[in-house]
């Protein structure tokens, strides 16, 4: 199976020196990747920025901006039979990207215009075709609600309801649905056994089409 996985943050730059950025450290994306390997597919890991090793076997293509993760799965597209979106893509980026250093000055306060980023999944999800789709929710309230939301609004064949303690962290706890109503609940796993995991659900999902 040809396997596009997404890892880590986007950095959103306000000038050539500061950024917007999350808390992501990249560890669950790049444990997909290298479970998809070992499980014999081919991977690309689209990466956002992280001091992570790429796992042996790995192609991995480096991107900093949500422009350049979405230009990097558009190049790839054609080629991809499956996605594990795992990556914390911004959802703002600043209006308009200052050159230089922005000076300090006399201000006492800045304030910043700030305008939505693409939303990758849900462009990718209508030119979707026979290609399996598994996106990540984290929210602070309502985590499963939003994440039965995004499941079924962006064509998900499943989604991980994942909490916030996860980020940064080397363990992770989440829940996986499924557009039938099936949820597996995983607790405080080893981020490894959870990319094994996911790439299991994602042959299931694939295994099951072809019985169809």
Same mark, same amino acid.
């Not at 669950?28 to 790429?54: F, N």
């Not at 996605?83 to 911004?90: D, G, H």
């Not at 050159?99 to 990718?124: C, H, N, W, Y």
């Given at each position: 199976?040809?396997?596009?996985?997404?890892?880590?943050?986007?950095? #959103?730059?306000?000038?050539?020196?500061?950024?917007?950025?999350? $808390?992501?450290?990249?560890?669950?994306?790049?444990?997909?990747?290298?479970?998809?390997?070992?499980?014999?597919?081919?991977?690309?890991?689209?990466?956002?920025?992280?001091?992570?090793?790429?796992?042996?076997?790995?192609?991995?293509?480096?991107?900093?901006?949500?422009?350049?993760?979405?230009?990097?799965?558009?190049?790839?597209?054609?080629?991809?039979?499956?996605?594990?979106? %795992?990556?914390?893509? %911004?959802?703002?980026?600043?209006?308009?990207?200052?050159?230089?250093?922005?000076?300090? *000055?006399?201000?006492?306060?800045?304030? $910043?215009?700030?305008?939505?980023?693409?939303?990758?999944?849900?462009? =990718?999800?209508?030119?979707?075709?026979?290609?399996?789709?598994? *996106?990540?929710?984290?929210?602070?309230?309502?985590?499963?609600? #939003?994440?039965?939301?995004?499941?079924?609004?962006?064509?998900?064949?499943?989604?991980?309801?994942?909490?916030?303690?996860?980020?940064?962290?080397?363990?992770?706890?989440?829940?996986? =649905?499924?557009?039938?109503?099936?949820?597996?609940?995983?607790?405080?796993?080893?981020?490894?056994?959870?990319?094994?995991?996911?790439?299991?659900?994602?042959?299931?999902?694939?295994?099951?089409?072809?019985?169809?």
């Amino acid at each position: 199976m040809n396997l596009l996985v997404t890892a880590g943050p986007t950095r #959103e730059f306000l000038d050539d020196v500061r950024y917007l950025s999350n $808390l992501s450290s990249g560890r669950m994306g790049y444990a997909v990747a290298a479970a998809g390997v070992a499980a014999g597919h081919r991977v690309v890991l689209v990466s956002g920025p992280t001091d992570l090793p790429c796992p042996p076997g790995v192609e991995r293509l480096e991107v900093e901006s949500a422009e350049e993760m979405h230009a990097a799965l558009k190049a790839r597209w054609a080629w991809a039979e499956a996605l594990i979106m %795992a990556a914390a893509v %911004a959802d703002y980026r600043p209006a308009v990207r200052l050159p230089g250093k922005l000076k300090k *000055g006399p201000r006492e306060s800045l304030a $910043l215009e700030l305008v939505r980023t693409r939303d990758i999944l849900a462009e =990718l999800s209508q030119d979707k075709g026979n290609r399996i789709l598994l *996106g990540f929710a984290l929210e602070t309230d309502g985590l499963m609600a #939003e994440a039965s939301r995004k499941l079924g609004q962006k064509n998900l064949d499943a989604v991980l309801a994942n909490s916030l303690e996860n980020l940064g962290a080397e363990n992770a706890s989440g829940s996986l =649905l499924m557009p039938d109503g099936k949820v597996e609940r995983w607790t405080n796993l080893p981020k490894a056994e959870f990319g094994k995991r996911l790439v299991t659900a994602v042959e299931g999902i694939r295994k099951g089409r072809a019985k169809a």
